[in-house]
């Protein structure tokens, strides 16, 4: 598998993780008491789009390289 395919890959991927982290962060915001589900979700999905980011990042890096 090429770089180029996993950047296509990591940029489908990307904003839809970062669309769930965003409504997920709403709600919780919104919430008088959020559960403890809602909390655990809001870190793993917070923590999913924030490593995406960061392969997308390191991709395009060793992209650059060649």
Not at 8 to 32: C, D, F, K, T, Y
């Amino acid at each position: 598998m090429s770089i180029e395919h996993i950047l296509a890959i990591i940029g489908a991927i990307l904003p839809v993780a970062s669309a769930i982290a965003s409504a997920l962060n709403q709600h919780v915001r919104a919430s008088e008491a959020p559960t403890s589900g809602a909390l655990k979700a809001q870190v793993i999905v917070n923590t999913l789009a924030m490593n995406l980011d960061k392969a997308k990042l390191a991709a395009a890096a060793l992209k650059a390289m060649k």
